[in-house]
């Protein structure tokens, strides 16, 4: 197949003048290379397309592609992951990972636990801050947490996120309502284990590819998985293999989690995020259905590797679950990949 690449270079955008913490959620240069390689050892044409902007440009061009990798974040809006899968919606063009309803609902944190509430599946309980009034409503135990609405990668949330006193939860709303620009999420605060859960395919195809408990060593912000801590996680996080066979909380984590990937109707490949109660039941903190591809890096390869599903596997199970979508057969089924098949 003919794939082209849709993403947004961070360094592109740090050219342009943004910040750090803006552009957090962007790729790097050799996450491109990395994904465009393992598509061509799997026997397919690649053409790097890059932003939403270029996609829109080479669509008016006449531009058309087989299928299209997709992991593109956008820049702005709570609808900005959304922006790449609805334009190639209306060309007709398939493409990786979810569709734009729920890049959007996914991308609201507050709206993915009204859904997972309604399902009958955990999540702590929580309140949205959108103006200064509404702090004041909050009705919930201390100790709390709060994170902007609508941002991943850990933005938002530092040492200060962990909020035990009606001070120091206004002045953590204030703060984030002033730098993000959007409301913020506050929850009931999860004091137990964390773990990230990697998830491919589609549906009732969907399968848990593997579990990592995410630990903060001593150096590290505590009390959360935040910006710095993810941005240093080779010095501040250890990323322990975990087993549903071994450790019934994550048994637990792992069936909750894949019953959220169905209800909410994620495609491909992504992942989920669980933190353990005072009890120690797992409760779902956030749905990312458009994980980080870095093969090192990134939380959904780094499962993968764990369980010895080799980076170009796991895109081929990613690759293969859109096709099957879209009804391009077996796309990846003969030749090259058969040298990467692993076990899940």
Aim: charged content about 25%; overall charge negative; hydrophobic content about 40%.
């Amino acid at each position: 197949m003919r794939i082209g690449l849709t993403y947004d270079l961070r360094d592109e955008y740090l050219a342009m003048g943004y910040g750090e913490e803006e552009t957090a959620e962007f790729d790097r240069i050799s996450t491109i290379e990395s994904i465009e390689d393992a598509l061509r050892r799997l026997g397919h044409q690649t053409d790097r397309i890059g932003h939403a902007r270029s996609l829109a440009a080479r669509l008016v061009a006449g531009d058309r592609w087989d299928l299209v990798f997709n992991i593109a974040e956008g820049l702005t809006g709570i609808g900005r992951e959304a922006q790449v899968p609805a334009m190639l919606d209306a060309f007709g063009i398939p493409y990786t990972f979810s569709d734009p309803l729920v890049m959007s609902l996914t991308l609201h944190k507050g709206m993915t636990k009204r859904i997972l509430r309604d399902g009958g599946l955990p999540t702590p309980p929580f309140a949205e801050v959108a103006a200064a009034g509404d702090i004041d409503g909050i009705r919930l135990p201390f100790p709390l947490f709060a994170k902007p609405l609508a941002e991943g990668t850990g933005k938002g949330i530092d040492g200060g996120s962990v909020l035990r006193t009606p001070v120091e939860l206004r002045a953590r709303c204030l703060d984030l309502l002033e730098r993000f620009r959007q409301p913020v999420l506050v929850e009931t605060y999860l004091p137990g284990r964390e773990f990230t859960v990697g998830i491919t395919g589609t549906g009732e195809a969907a399968r848990v590819v593997g579990t990592l408990e995410v630990v903060l060593l001593d150096q590290a912000e505590s009390g959360a998985y935040t910006y710095v801590n993810k941005e240093q996680c080779e010095e501040l996080v250890e990323y322990r293999r975990v087993t549903a066979q071994e450790d019934p909380a994550v048994a637990r984590s792992e069936e909750i989690c894949l019953a959220a990937w169905r209800l909410l109707g994620c495609r491909d490949g992504g992942r989920l995020d669980v933190r353990c109660d005072e009890a120690g039941r797992p409760q779902i903190m956030e749905v990312n259905p458009l994980a980080g591809m870095h093969p090192e890096h990134s939380d959904l390869p780094m499962i993968a590797t764990a369980e010895n599903v080799p980076y170009v596997e796991l895109v081929r199970r990613i690759v293969d679950s859109a096709a099957a979508r879209a009804g391009i057969p077996s796309p990846t089924a003969k030749g090259p990949a058969h040298a990467c098949d692993a076990p899940a």
